[in-house]
Protein backbone atom coordinates (compact mmCIF):
# COMPACT_ATOMS: atom_id res chain seq x y z
CA UNK A 1 0.00 0.00 0.00
CA UNK A 2 1.51 3.63 -0.85
CA UNK A 3 2.59 6.09 1.91
CA UNK A 4 -0.83 8.37 0.98
CA UNK A 5 -2.87 5.89 0.47
CA UNK A 6 -2.22 4.30 4.53
CA UNK A 7 -2.58 7.69 5.18
CA UNK A 8 -6.33 7.81 3.68
CA UNK A 9 -7.12 4.51 5.08
CA UNK A 10 -5.53 6.01 8.89
CA UNK A 11 -7.94 9.27 8.62
CA UNK A 12 -11.35 6.97 7.92
CA UNK A 13 -10.60 4.67 10.72
CA UNK A 14 -9.99 7.43 13.01
CA UNK A 15 -13.00 9.35 11.73
CA UNK A 16 -15.12 6.01 12.09
CA UNK A 17 -14.02 5.46 15.26
CA UNK A 18 -14.86 9.05 16.69
CA UNK A 19 -18.13 9.05 14.75
CA UNK A 20 -18.86 5.82 16.76
CA UNK A 21 -18.05 7.75 20.00
CA UNK A 22 -19.85 10.31 19.39
CA UNK A 23 -23.23 8.48 18.71
CA UNK A 24 -22.48 6.67 21.93
CA UNK A 25 -22.04 10.12 23.45
CA UNK A 26 -25.85 10.72 22.22
CA UNK A 27 -27.15 7.52 23.24
CA UNK A 28 -25.98 8.32 26.80
CA UNK A 29 -26.49 11.89 27.13
CA UNK A 30 -29.27 12.76 24.77
CA UNK A 31 -29.95 15.61 23.24
CA UNK A 32 -29.63 18.20 25.99
CA UNK A 33 -25.86 17.40 25.74
CA UNK A 34 -24.72 16.98 22.18
CA UNK A 35 -26.83 16.72 19.05
CA UNK A 36 -25.95 12.89 16.88
CA UNK A 37 -23.61 12.80 14.01
CA UNK A 38 -26.27 13.09 10.77
CA UNK A 39 -28.47 15.90 12.56
CA UNK A 40 -25.61 18.10 13.08
CA UNK A 41 -23.50 17.56 9.64
CA UNK A 42 -27.03 18.51 8.37
CA UNK A 43 -27.01 21.80 10.51
CA UNK A 44 -22.89 22.53 10.11
CA UNK A 45 -23.74 22.49 6.31
CA UNK A 46 -26.61 24.93 6.68
CA UNK A 47 -24.18 26.96 8.95
CA UNK A 48 -21.80 27.03 6.21
CA UNK A 49 -24.60 29.18 3.87
CA UNK A 50 -24.77 31.80 6.36
CA UNK A 51 -23.60 35.02 6.24
CA UNK A 52 -23.31 35.23 10.13
CA UNK A 53 -21.57 32.10 10.26
CA UNK A 54 -18.69 32.92 8.00
CA UNK A 55 -18.64 36.48 10.34
CA UNK A 56 -17.72 34.50 13.28
CA UNK A 57 -15.34 32.32 11.67
CA UNK A 58 -13.44 35.38 10.31
CA UNK A 59 -13.26 36.90 13.45
CA UNK A 60 -11.49 33.85 14.86
CA UNK A 61 -9.64 33.78 11.96
CA UNK A 62 -8.08 37.30 12.11
CA UNK A 63 -7.33 36.41 15.79
CA UNK A 64 -5.93 33.37 15.23
CA UNK A 65 -3.62 34.53 11.94
CA UNK A 66 -2.40 37.62 14.18
CA UNK A 67 -2.00 35.72 16.97
CA UNK A 68 0.07 33.08 15.11
CA UNK A 69 1.88 35.07 12.94
CA UNK A 70 3.31 37.22 16.41
CA UNK A 71 3.97 34.02 18.35
CA UNK A 72 5.20 32.14 15.24
CA UNK A 73 7.93 35.07 14.38
CA UNK A 74 8.79 35.91 18.31
CA UNK A 75 9.52 32.25 19.12
CA UNK A 76 11.31 31.60 15.89
CA UNK A 77 13.78 34.71 16.30
CA UNK A 78 13.63 34.19 19.90
CA UNK A 79 14.73 30.56 19.84
CA UNK A 80 17.51 31.45 16.81
CA UNK A 81 19.25 34.31 19.50
CA UNK A 82 19.08 32.29 22.14
CA UNK A 83 20.57 29.45 20.44
CA UNK A 84 23.48 31.57 19.15
CA UNK A 85 23.96 33.02 22.13
CA UNK A 86 24.59 30.49 24.77
CA UNK A 87 24.81 32.29 27.79
CA UNK A 88 21.22 33.92 27.36
CA UNK A 89 19.86 29.89 26.82
CA UNK A 90 21.03 28.83 29.60
CA UNK A 91 19.16 31.51 31.97
CA UNK A 92 16.38 31.25 29.89
CA UNK A 93 15.66 27.92 28.93
CA UNK A 94 14.51 26.83 32.87
CA UNK A 95 12.35 30.12 33.32
CA UNK A 96 10.29 29.41 29.77
CA UNK A 97 9.75 26.34 30.96
CA UNK A 98 8.36 27.01 34.34
CA UNK A 99 6.46 29.59 32.72
CA UNK A 100 4.85 27.13 29.93
CA UNK A 101 4.05 25.30 32.48
CA UNK A 102 1.70 27.97 33.95
CA UNK A 103 -1.44 27.18 33.68
CA UNK A 104 -2.48 30.01 31.38
CA UNK A 105 -6.06 30.64 32.05
CA UNK A 106 -5.24 31.73 35.21
CA UNK A 107 -3.49 34.98 33.70
CA UNK A 108 -6.82 35.60 31.68
CA UNK A 109 -8.54 38.09 33.86
CA UNK A 110 -4.92 39.99 33.86
CA UNK A 111 -4.69 40.22 30.08
CA UNK A 112 -8.39 41.47 29.65
CA UNK A 113 -7.44 44.29 32.13
CA UNK A 114 -4.40 44.97 30.17
CA UNK A 115 -6.32 44.74 26.53
CA UNK A 116 -9.61 45.29 27.20
CA UNK A 117 -12.47 42.88 25.78
CA UNK A 118 -12.16 42.22 21.91
CA UNK A 119 -9.43 41.31 19.56
CA UNK A 120 -6.48 42.39 21.50
CA UNK A 121 -6.76 40.11 24.31
CA UNK A 122 -7.95 37.51 21.94
CA UNK A 123 -4.46 37.37 20.49
CA UNK A 124 -2.75 38.07 23.70
CA UNK A 125 -4.24 35.03 24.65
CA UNK A 126 -3.57 32.96 21.57
CA UNK A 127 0.17 34.22 21.83
CA UNK A 128 0.54 33.25 25.44
CA UNK A 129 -0.35 30.03 24.45
CA UNK A 130 1.60 29.36 21.32
CA UNK A 131 5.00 31.29 21.86
CA UNK A 132 6.81 29.39 24.63
CA UNK A 133 6.61 25.91 22.59
CA UNK A 134 7.86 27.16 19.33
CA UNK A 135 10.89 28.95 21.38
CA UNK A 136 11.97 26.23 22.87
CA UNK A 137 11.90 23.80 20.22
CA UNK A 138 13.88 26.61 18.01
CA UNK A 139 16.78 26.85 20.54
CA UNK A 140 17.07 23.41 20.92
CA UNK A 141 17.37 22.98 17.11
CA UNK A 142 19.98 25.54 16.99
CA UNK A 143 21.84 24.08 20.07
CA UNK A 144 21.16 20.52 18.35
CA UNK A 145 23.22 20.91 15.60
CA UNK A 146 25.94 18.49 15.65
CA UNK A 147 29.40 19.88 15.30
CA UNK A 148 30.21 17.40 12.39
CA UNK A 149 27.82 18.66 10.12
CA UNK A 150 29.75 22.29 10.31
CA UNK A 151 33.47 21.00 10.51
CA UNK A 152 32.04 19.35 7.10
CA UNK A 153 30.77 22.45 5.81
CA UNK A 154 34.29 23.95 6.09
CA UNK A 155 36.15 20.92 4.86
CA UNK A 156 33.74 21.40 1.67
CA UNK A 157 34.65 25.09 1.55
CA UNK A 158 31.53 26.64 1.73
CA UNK A 159 31.61 30.56 2.68
CA UNK A 160 29.76 31.53 5.53
CA UNK A 161 26.65 32.63 3.67
CA UNK A 162 26.56 28.96 1.70
CA UNK A 163 27.05 27.80 5.41
CA UNK A 164 24.05 29.44 6.62
CA UNK A 165 22.15 28.53 3.70
CA UNK A 166 22.96 24.86 2.96
CA UNK A 167 23.51 23.59 6.21
CA UNK A 168 22.47 25.75 9.44
CA UNK A 169 19.05 26.69 7.33
CA UNK A 170 18.28 22.94 6.75
CA UNK A 171 19.06 21.97 9.37
CA UNK A 172 17.33 23.57 12.25
CA UNK A 173 13.99 23.97 9.64
CA UNK A 174 12.24 20.56 10.54
CA UNK A 175 12.31 21.09 14.15
CA UNK A 176 11.02 24.44 13.50
CA UNK A 177 8.30 23.15 11.59
CA UNK A 178 7.23 20.90 14.16
CA UNK A 179 7.05 23.89 16.78
CA UNK A 180 4.87 25.58 14.50
CA UNK A 181 2.50 22.54 14.32
CA UNK A 182 2.12 22.78 17.98
CA UNK A 183 2.63 26.61 17.99
CA UNK A 184 -0.20 26.81 15.51
CA UNK A 185 -2.73 24.03 17.77
CA UNK A 186 -1.96 25.73 20.70
CA UNK A 187 -2.91 29.73 19.44
CA UNK A 188 -6.00 28.77 18.30
CA UNK A 189 -6.83 27.31 21.96
CA UNK A 190 -5.60 29.76 23.66
CA UNK A 191 -8.07 31.94 21.14
CA UNK A 192 -10.52 30.05 21.10
CA UNK A 193 -10.88 30.05 24.93
CA UNK A 194 -10.54 33.81 24.80
CA UNK A 195 -13.62 34.28 22.99
CA UNK A 196 -15.48 32.01 25.06
CA UNK A 197 -14.94 34.25 27.75
CA UNK A 198 -14.61 37.82 27.11
CA UNK A 199 -15.74 38.28 23.49
CA UNK A 200 -19.16 38.74 21.26
CA UNK A 201 -17.72 37.70 18.14
CA UNK A 202 -16.17 34.33 16.75
CA UNK A 203 -16.20 30.58 17.41
CA UNK A 204 -15.75 30.35 20.84
CA UNK A 205 -18.65 33.09 21.37
CA UNK A 206 -20.81 30.90 19.11
CA UNK A 207 -20.09 27.80 21.30
CA UNK A 208 -20.58 29.07 24.58
CA UNK A 209 -23.52 31.17 23.72
CA UNK A 210 -24.70 28.21 22.69
CA UNK A 211 -24.69 26.27 25.75
CA UNK A 212 -25.93 29.48 27.32
CA UNK A 213 -29.30 29.51 24.96
CA UNK A 214 -29.77 25.70 25.69
CA UNK A 215 -28.88 25.96 21.61
CA UNK A 216 -27.26 22.51 21.77
CA UNK A 217 -27.63 22.34 17.80
CA UNK A 218 -25.47 25.42 17.55
CA UNK A 219 -22.55 24.17 20.10
CA UNK A 220 -21.84 20.61 18.61
CA UNK A 221 -22.13 21.91 15.14
CA UNK A 222 -19.25 24.48 15.74
CA UNK A 223 -17.10 22.35 17.33
CA UNK A 224 -17.39 19.56 14.48
CA UNK A 225 -16.56 22.56 12.03
CA UNK A 226 -13.68 23.68 14.29
CA UNK A 227 -12.49 19.98 14.77
CA UNK A 228 -12.58 19.42 11.18
CA UNK A 229 -10.35 22.78 10.41
CA UNK A 230 -7.99 22.46 12.95
CA UNK A 231 -7.39 18.40 11.84
CA UNK A 232 -7.03 19.98 7.65
CA UNK A 233 -4.37 22.55 8.97
CA UNK A 234 -2.93 20.01 11.28
CA UNK A 235 -2.11 17.95 8.40
CA UNK A 236 -1.24 20.49 6.30
CA UNK A 237 1.42 20.97 8.56
CA UNK A 238 2.36 17.71 10.00
CA UNK A 239 2.49 16.76 5.89
CA UNK A 240 5.51 19.46 5.78
CA UNK A 241 6.78 17.95 8.78
CA UNK A 242 7.12 14.77 7.87
CA UNK A 243 8.93 15.82 3.72
CA UNK A 244 11.37 17.28 6.20
CA UNK A 245 12.06 14.98 8.74
CA UNK A 246 12.24 12.09 6.38
CA UNK A 247 12.85 8.70 6.70
CA UNK B 1 61.48 26.82 3.26
CA UNK B 2 58.58 24.91 1.13
CA UNK B 3 57.16 21.56 0.53
CA UNK B 4 58.44 20.68 -2.71
CA UNK B 5 59.85 17.64 -1.73
CA UNK B 6 56.32 15.81 -0.12
CA UNK B 7 52.99 15.91 -0.89
CA UNK B 8 52.22 17.41 2.55
CA UNK B 9 54.58 18.46 5.03
CA UNK B 10 54.59 19.45 8.93
CA UNK B 11 57.90 21.20 10.34
CA UNK B 12 58.17 22.17 14.01
CA UNK B 13 54.05 22.22 14.81
CA UNK B 14 52.44 22.23 18.10
CA UNK B 15 49.29 23.49 19.13
CA UNK B 16 48.54 24.26 22.33
CA UNK B 17 45.16 25.28 24.22
CA UNK B 18 45.59 28.67 25.99
CA UNK B 19 43.09 29.61 28.95
CA UNK B 20 43.48 28.14 32.57
CA UNK B 21 44.33 24.59 32.09
CA UNK B 22 46.73 25.40 29.14
CA UNK B 23 47.15 22.19 27.14
CA UNK B 24 49.81 21.32 24.91
CA UNK B 25 48.04 19.05 22.84
CA UNK B 26 50.42 18.30 20.21
CA UNK B 27 54.41 18.17 19.10
CA UNK B 28 56.92 19.66 18.27
CA UNK B 29 56.62 17.64 15.42
CA UNK B 30 57.55 17.13 11.94
CA UNK B 31 55.89 14.70 8.92
CA UNK B 32 56.71 14.37 5.50
CA UNK B 33 53.86 12.61 3.55
CA UNK B 34 55.05 11.32 -0.17
CA UNK B 35 52.82 11.49 -3.09
CA UNK B 36 50.07 8.63 -3.25
CA UNK B 37 51.20 7.55 0.02
CA UNK B 38 48.95 5.40 2.18
CA UNK B 39 50.07 6.38 5.65
CA UNK B 40 48.56 5.27 8.75
CA UNK B 41 48.69 7.30 12.18
CA UNK B 42 48.24 5.44 15.18
CA UNK B 43 48.73 6.39 18.81
CA UNK B 44 47.22 6.29 22.73
CA UNK B 45 43.91 8.15 23.11
CA UNK B 46 44.33 12.09 23.66
CA UNK B 47 47.88 11.84 22.52
CA UNK B 48 47.05 14.38 19.24
CA UNK B 49 45.69 12.60 16.54
CA UNK B 50 42.65 14.44 15.57
CA UNK B 51 44.65 17.42 16.43
CA UNK B 52 47.05 16.66 13.92
CA UNK B 53 44.12 16.00 11.36
CA UNK B 54 43.21 19.21 11.98
CA UNK B 55 46.25 20.91 11.04
CA UNK B 56 46.63 19.00 7.92
CA UNK B 57 43.17 19.74 7.22
CA UNK B 58 43.39 23.67 7.63
CA UNK B 59 40.90 22.94 9.96
CA UNK B 60 43.33 24.58 13.18
CA UNK B 61 45.87 26.17 13.20
CA UNK B 62 49.18 25.22 14.87
CA UNK B 63 50.64 27.34 17.35
CA UNK B 64 53.94 27.20 16.24
CA UNK B 65 55.50 25.67 13.25
CA UNK B 66 54.21 25.47 9.81
CA UNK B 67 52.22 22.88 8.19
CA UNK B 68 52.33 22.74 3.87
CA UNK B 69 50.28 20.75 0.89
CA UNK B 70 51.18 21.07 -2.27
CA UNK B 71 54.00 23.74 -1.61
CA UNK B 72 51.50 26.48 -0.28
CA UNK B 73 51.20 26.93 3.44
CA UNK B 74 47.90 25.81 5.23
CA UNK B 75 46.63 28.67 6.83
CA UNK B 76 43.20 28.61 8.40
CA UNK B 77 41.35 27.66 5.45
CA UNK B 78 40.99 24.25 4.33
CA UNK B 79 42.87 24.39 1.08
CA UNK B 80 41.46 22.90 -2.63
CA UNK B 81 42.38 19.28 -2.77
CA UNK B 82 42.33 18.08 0.39
CA UNK B 83 39.48 16.02 1.36
CA UNK B 84 38.19 14.56 5.31
CA UNK B 85 36.10 11.84 6.18
CA UNK B 86 35.44 12.24 9.80
CA UNK B 87 34.12 8.69 12.64
CA UNK B 88 30.76 10.42 13.00
CA UNK B 89 27.89 10.44 10.72
CA UNK B 90 28.58 13.90 8.12
CA UNK B 91 25.95 12.89 6.06
CA UNK B 92 23.32 15.64 5.73
CA UNK B 93 20.42 14.05 6.92
CA UNK B 94 17.71 16.00 4.59
CA UNK B 95 19.15 15.11 1.62
CA UNK B 96 19.00 12.20 -0.72
CA UNK B 97 21.84 10.03 -0.97
CA UNK B 98 22.64 11.40 -4.31
CA UNK B 99 21.75 14.88 -3.34
CA UNK B 100 24.75 14.44 0.04
CA UNK B 101 27.07 12.94 -3.02
CA UNK B 102 26.46 15.91 -5.28
CA UNK B 103 26.53 18.62 -2.59
CA UNK B 104 30.28 19.83 -3.09
CA UNK B 105 29.87 19.71 -6.74
CA UNK B 106 26.64 22.28 -7.02
CA UNK B 107 28.92 24.10 -4.54
CA UNK B 108 31.57 24.54 -6.97
CA UNK B 109 29.22 25.44 -9.64
CA UNK B 110 29.28 22.18 -12.13
CA UNK B 111 27.03 21.75 -14.74
CA UNK B 112 24.20 19.27 -14.16
CA UNK B 113 25.14 16.47 -16.62
CA UNK B 114 29.03 16.37 -15.61
CA UNK B 115 27.55 16.79 -11.85
CA UNK B 116 25.58 13.40 -12.76
CA UNK B 117 27.45 11.74 -14.57
CA UNK B 118 30.43 11.95 -11.62
CA UNK B 119 27.98 11.06 -9.00
CA UNK B 120 26.70 7.94 -10.58
CA UNK B 121 30.41 6.96 -10.67
CA UNK B 122 30.52 7.28 -7.15
CA UNK B 123 27.65 5.61 -6.11
CA UNK B 124 28.24 2.87 -8.28
CA UNK B 125 32.28 2.59 -6.73
CA UNK B 126 30.46 2.64 -3.33
CA UNK B 127 27.93 0.07 -4.03
CA UNK B 128 25.19 2.86 -2.99
CA UNK B 129 23.63 2.67 -6.55
CA UNK B 130 20.09 1.65 -5.84
CA UNK B 131 20.40 3.89 -2.87
CA UNK B 132 20.66 7.08 -4.39
CA UNK B 133 17.09 8.06 -3.34
CA UNK B 134 17.01 7.02 -0.15
CA UNK B 135 17.75 9.53 2.50
CA UNK B 136 20.46 8.79 4.93
CA UNK B 137 18.39 7.72 8.01
CA UNK B 138 16.90 5.14 5.74
CA UNK B 139 20.69 3.29 5.38
CA UNK B 140 22.85 1.79 8.30
CA UNK B 141 25.79 3.27 9.82
CA UNK B 142 27.94 1.60 7.29
CA UNK B 143 25.77 2.79 4.50
CA UNK B 144 26.08 6.41 5.64
CA UNK B 145 29.70 6.12 5.84
CA UNK B 146 30.44 4.98 2.44
CA UNK B 147 27.55 7.93 1.58
CA UNK B 148 30.37 10.61 3.23
CA UNK B 149 33.36 8.48 1.59
CA UNK B 150 31.28 9.29 -2.05
CA UNK B 151 30.43 12.82 -0.99
CA UNK B 152 34.86 13.66 -0.93
CA UNK B 153 35.38 10.89 -3.71
CA UNK B 154 33.90 12.96 -6.11
CA UNK B 155 35.65 16.19 -5.76
CA UNK B 156 38.95 14.38 -6.39
CA UNK B 157 40.66 15.04 -4.01
CA UNK B 158 44.49 14.22 -4.31
CA UNK B 159 44.97 14.06 -0.60
CA UNK B 160 42.14 12.43 1.71
CA UNK B 161 43.02 12.68 5.22
CA UNK B 162 40.60 9.76 7.53
CA UNK B 163 39.87 10.81 11.15
CA UNK B 164 38.89 7.17 12.30
CA UNK B 165 36.30 6.20 9.75
CA UNK B 166 35.04 2.93 10.96
CA UNK B 167 35.84 3.17 14.51
CA UNK B 168 31.76 3.80 14.91
CA UNK B 169 31.49 0.07 12.78
CA UNK B 170 31.40 -3.72 13.76
CA UNK B 171 34.72 -5.30 12.99
CA UNK B 172 33.24 -6.99 9.36
CA UNK B 173 32.11 -3.49 8.38
CA UNK B 174 35.47 -2.54 9.16
CA UNK B 175 37.39 -4.76 7.33
CA UNK B 176 35.56 -4.40 4.07
CA UNK B 177 35.13 -1.25 4.29
CA UNK B 178 38.86 -1.12 4.22
CA UNK B 179 39.23 -3.03 1.15
CA UNK B 180 37.11 -0.24 -0.47
CA UNK B 181 39.36 2.28 0.64
CA UNK B 182 41.93 0.83 -0.43
CA UNK B 183 40.44 0.14 -4.19
CA UNK B 184 39.82 3.97 -3.43
CA UNK B 185 43.28 4.60 -3.24
CA UNK B 186 44.36 2.95 -6.07
CA UNK B 187 41.86 4.18 -8.26
CA UNK B 188 42.78 8.37 -7.52
CA UNK B 189 46.07 8.27 -7.02
CA UNK B 190 45.51 10.26 -3.81
CA UNK B 191 47.59 10.71 -0.88
CA UNK B 192 45.79 8.83 1.87
CA UNK B 193 46.07 9.47 5.74
CA UNK B 194 44.54 7.49 8.14
CA UNK B 195 44.07 8.45 12.00
CA UNK B 196 43.04 5.30 13.65
CA UNK B 197 43.54 3.48 16.99
CA UNK B 198 43.33 -0.11 15.84
CA UNK B 199 47.17 -1.53 15.32
CA UNK B 200 45.65 -4.32 12.74
CA UNK B 201 43.86 -1.82 10.55
CA UNK B 202 46.79 0.20 10.27
CA UNK B 203 49.30 -2.65 9.60
CA UNK B 204 46.80 -3.93 7.09
CA UNK B 205 45.82 -1.12 4.79
CA UNK B 206 48.95 1.52 4.73
CA UNK B 207 52.33 1.80 3.22
CA UNK B 208 53.54 3.36 6.56
CA UNK B 209 52.51 3.81 9.68
CA UNK B 210 53.51 6.68 11.88
CA UNK B 211 53.36 5.92 15.91
CA UNK B 212 52.93 8.96 17.91
CA UNK B 213 53.80 9.45 21.72
CA UNK B 214 51.47 9.44 24.46
CA UNK B 215 50.31 13.54 25.02
CA UNK B 216 52.08 16.12 23.84
CA UNK B 217 51.90 13.69 20.38
CA UNK B 218 55.34 13.28 18.74
CA UNK B 219 56.29 10.43 16.15
CA UNK B 220 58.25 8.00 17.73
CA UNK B 221 58.29 5.59 14.97
CA UNK B 222 57.72 4.63 11.58
CA UNK B 223 57.13 0.69 10.63
CA UNK B 224 56.84 0.42 6.62
CA UNK B 225 54.54 -2.23 5.86
CA UNK B 226 55.95 -3.64 3.00
CA UNK B 227 52.61 -5.19 1.23
CA UNK B 228 52.19 -4.84 -2.45
CA UNK B 229 49.64 -1.86 -4.15
CA UNK B 230 47.42 -4.23 -4.47
CA UNK B 231 46.70 -5.46 -1.37
CA UNK B 232 43.38 -6.14 0.49
CA UNK B 233 41.95 -7.09 4.28
CA UNK B 234 43.92 -11.14 3.50
CA UNK B 235 46.71 -9.72 4.25
CA UNK B 236 45.64 -10.64 7.79
CA UNK B 237 46.74 -13.99 7.52
CA UNK B 238 50.17 -13.59 6.19
CA UNK B 239 52.64 -14.57 8.52
CA UNK B 240 54.17 -10.62 8.25
CA UNK B 241 51.16 -9.35 9.48
CA UNK B 242 51.17 -10.25 12.92
CA UNK B 243 54.82 -9.46 13.21
CA UNK B 244 53.78 -6.20 11.91
CA UNK B 245 50.98 -5.85 14.66
CA UNK B 246 53.37 -6.52 17.50
CA UNK B 247 56.38 -4.81 16.24
CA UNK B 248 53.58 -1.49 16.18
CA UNK B 249 52.39 -2.60 19.40
CA UNK B 250 55.68 -2.31 21.43
CA UNK B 251 56.33 1.11 20.54
CA UNK B 252 52.78 1.97 21.53
CA UNK B 253 53.01 0.08 24.97
CA UNK B 254 55.02 2.48 26.99
CA UNK B 255 53.18 5.18 25.36
CA UNK B 256 49.66 3.82 25.81
CA UNK B 257 50.71 2.92 29.74
CA UNK B 258 51.66 6.63 30.41
CA UNK B 259 48.45 8.11 28.64
CA UNK B 260 46.88 5.88 31.09
CA UNK B 261 48.55 7.25 33.93
CA UNK B 262 48.17 11.10 32.15
CA UNK B 263 44.47 9.79 32.18
CA UNK B 264 44.44 8.97 35.85
CA UNK B 265 46.46 12.08 37.50
Redesign the interface.
Known amino acids: MSEPARQARDALAILAVLTVAWQGAYEYAGAVAVTPPLGTVAFAAHLLGSARFWEHAAATGLALADAFAIAAVLGVLGGLALGLWRYAADVTEPVLAALYAVPKITLYPVILLLFGLGLPAKVAFGVIHGVIPVTLLTLSAVRGIRPVLLRTARVLRLTPRETMRHVLAPAVLAEIVTGLRLCFSLTLLGVLIGEMFASQRGLGFLIINGINNHDVRMTTAVVLLVVVAAVLANALLLATDRTLHRG | MSGAAAHARLTGVTRVYAGPTHVHALGPLDLDVARGEFLAVVGPSGCGKSTLLDVL ?1 G ?1 AAPSSGEAWFEDRRIAG ?2 P ?1 G ?3 V ?1 Q ?3 S ?4 TVADNVA ?2 LR ?1 AGLDGAEIRRRVEDALGFMGLGEFAR ?5 LSGGMRQRVCIARTLV ?1 APRFILLDEPFGALDQQTRLLMGDELLRLWRRTGATVLLITHALDEAAMLADRVGVMSARPGRFIAFVPTGWPRDRDSRVVSAPEFGALTAQLWSHLRPESLRAMGQARA
Open positions: ALTVDIGVFEDAFPWLFGRAYPAQL
